[in-house]
C-alpha cells in the first residue's frame, strides 16, 4: 500500500489511469488486426501469438 502524501497518491492513480488506456488503445489495435482476440486467462493476457504474465520480480514479460 502506498504510505506517500495523499496528493501524491492522486498524481500516480492519474498517470497509472493513463498508461492504463494506452494498453487499451494497444489491445484495441491488436484486436483489430483480426488474427484474433486478447483475453485474459488465469493471471496473464493471451494474445494471438503472445502471452504477457507477471514476472517473480513484479514486473511483466511477454513470451511466444
Excluded: H, V
Aim: hydrophobic share 40%; proline share 6%; net charge positive.
Amino acid at each position: 500500500m502506498y504510505a506517500g502524501r495523499p496528493e501524491d497518491l492522486r498524481r500516480k492513480e492519474q498517470q497509472a489511469a493513463a498508461i492504463a488506456a494506452e494498453i487499451a488503445a494497444l489491445m484495441t489495435r491488436i484486436d483489430s488486426l483480426g488474427i484474433g482476440q486478447c483475453l485474459p486467462a488465469q493471471g496473464r493476457i493471451a494474445g494471438p501469438g503472445f502471452d504477457i504474465r507477471r514476472t517473480p520480480n513484479r514486473g511483466w514479460t511477454t513470451s511466444r
